[in-house]
Structures are given as C-alpha cells and as structure tokens.
C-alpha cells in the first residue's frame, strides 16, 4: 500500500489542454516536493512546499499544499509536448532526509 | 556546478554475483540518499548517508549496503544479486539539512542493472 496516493496513474490529452494531478495522504507530512523524471533519467524537482495551504506557481504550474499538510495537488495550464513525463509526488514525514514517493502519473501530451 | 555522478550507468550481472554502484554528489553536499525504482513498485528509499555515518535506513534486506568516503562520494554493494534486483538504482544528492525543511533532492541519472 502507498503511503502517497497519486491519480490519475496515467493521462494522454491534447495540447492545449488543462490537467490537474492530485497527491493524496492519510499522514501529515513535514514538505512535499513534485518531480518530474524523463526516460532514462533521474527526477529533477520541480518545487517543495513547506507550509499547510501554500501556492506555489512555475510558470504553466500551479502547485497547492493542502491545509492539514497531508495532500497536493499539481495544475497545468495549457499543457505542451513538452510537459510530457513521469510526475512524482514526494513527502518528507520529518526534518530528516528521507522521502516517500508516490506511484507517480505518467503524462503524455499529444501535438 | 557540476550535477550527481553515477557509474557506471548500465549493468549487467549473474544472479549470485555482487555488485557495486558509485555515485559522486555536487559539491559541498553532504548527504547522499539512494533509491530504488521498479515498474511495480516505484521508487523506495534504501539508505541515506551523512557525513560518512548511515542515518537513515530503509527496508531492505542486509544484502544491500551502503558507504560514504570523507569527500562525500558514496557507494552502495548489492551482495547475492537476485532477479529482483533489477532496477533502476538512483543516487540523490542534498546538502545534509534536511528535506522536511524544505531542500530538495538533485538526482543523478541512475544506474539501470540487470539481472539475469
């Protein structure tokens, strides 16, 4: 059983199209953090969010950290090929260095 | 800035035989995380060291084992390799405070092993 919950599994849509993919926990977690990783390479961070109801916006991306501290949720705007990728969610339950990572959402944005 | 080092990046190995991965951090880093990632399983947490010491540790068996030199560079050892074991095995790299307190992992592009 994952700690973290992620959905959908998987998403393929349209470019130009909207997407939100959620990150779900019965745990409270210190920080969350979003990856994204690319075929035959290792997950690069895309944001941390430390505070319970914190927004944080990269540019098309819109992450939330829920209030209770024990979900997220990932939005993207007007997705692009080039979003295509593996998103993983990411919880510390401490101050310490360890990660629970969830089952990941595989998108696939079509031209 | 140099980024996370693996090597090598390919492996293939006997079932029975043992192996060993290096990773070398960015600089200045001083903790070094190792993670496993399978199809089925995603990625799970191995080992974690600080400053030549283990300090966390996660649930695998006592075949995998881990070590970190005094320039932060680290090495993990699978003894008896087994089907299973066939993973992508990532080396993250942090500065050591924490990811609670909100530092991130900078990954290294893994090491695919095979097992056959």
């Known amino acids: 059983t994952q700690l973290l919950e992620q959905s959908p599994q998987f998403l393929s849509i349209q470019e130009g199209e909207n997407l939100t993919v959620y990150c779900n926990s019965s745990s409270v977690f210190s920080s969350l953090q979003w990856y994204r990783q690319e075929p035959g390479e290792g997950p690069v961070l895309l944001v941390t969010?430390?505070?319970?109801?914190e927004v944080k916006k990269l540019k098309r991306l819109t992450f939330q950290f829920g209030d209770a501290r024990k979900d997220s949720s990932l939005h993207i705007t007007a997705a692009q090929p080039g979003d295509t990728g593996l998103y993983l969610c990411?919880?510390?339950?401490?101050?310490?260095?360890?990660?629970?990572f969830g089952g990941g959402t595989r998108l696939m944005v079509k031209p | 800035k140099a980024g996370v080092t693996q090597t090598p990046r390919y492996l293939i190995k006997t079932r029975g035989q043992q192996v060993t991965l290096s990773c070398s951090p960015i600089?200045?880093?001083?903790?070094v995380s190792w993670y496993q990632q399978t199809p089925g399983q995603g990625l799970q947490f191995l080992f974690e060291?600080?400053?030549?010491?283990?300090?966390n540790k996660g649930n695998f068996p006592g075949r995998f084992s881990g070590r970190q030199f005094s320039n932060s560079r680290s090495e993990m050892n699978v003894s008896t390799l087994e089907l299973g074991d066939s993973a992508l095995y990532l080396c993250?790299?942090?500065?050591?405070?924490?990811?609670?307190?909100?530092?991130?992992?900078?990954f290294g592009s893994g090491t695919r092993l095979t097992v056959v």
């Open positions: 990411a919880g510390a339950r401490n101050a310490g260095n360890m990660l629970t």
């Open positions: 969010v430390v505070t319970g109801g």
């Open positions: 600089s200045g880093h001083r903790s």
């Open positions: 060291y600080f400053s030549e010491t283990q300090r």
């Open positions: 993250a790299s942090s500065p050591g405070q924490g990811t609670g307190r909100g530092y991130g992992y900078t």
